[in-house]
């Protein structure tokens, strides 16, 4: 595996466990053996993607929040199938989770959601 590949989603990672964020993602056994760190990654994947719904389908804004949400994505993805050694089952459960606690935030607490993804944008992209 390449460590390129990773660096963006565990350099976030370290980003967020230090940030002191109040974070409201789920609680599943599924992430219980991850650090703080990577489960704060995988939360704001599913942020920026529940907010790509909240634009226009082939909008720019929602092609750009489902691009950051995909990258992010995918090198949390790598990290929990080569180094925690997950089943790709497993993987898609946290995915569908975390994806249902993101929408029953922004139901929930529109505030609340859009302070956190906005933590989650600009620790992102001081990694990029």
């Not at 963006?8 to 993602?25: E, I, K, N, R």
């Not at 607490?109 to 992102?124: K, W």
Request: charged share 25%.
């Amino acid at each position: 595996m390449k460590l390129g590949v990773l660096t963006p989603a565990l350099g976030l990672a370290v980003v967020l466990a230090t940030a002191g964020v109040a974070w409201a993602q789920p609680q599943t056994k599924l992430v219980s053996r991850l650090d703080k760190g990577t489960i704060q990654a995988i939360w704001c994947s599913a942020l920026l993607f529940e907010e790509s719904y909240y634009h226009d389908a082939d909008s720019d804004e929602a092609i750009r929040y489902e691009n950051l949400a995909f990258d992010l994505g995918d090198s949390i993805e790598a990290l929990l199938l080569d180094e925690h050694g997950m089943r790709q089952e497993e993987v898609d459960e946290i995915w569908s989770i975390f994806d249902g606690g993101a929408y029953d935030l922004a139901e929930a607490d529109d505030e609340g959601f859009l302070a956190q993804l906005e933590m989650c944008e600009s620790n992102y992209d001081d990694l990029l």
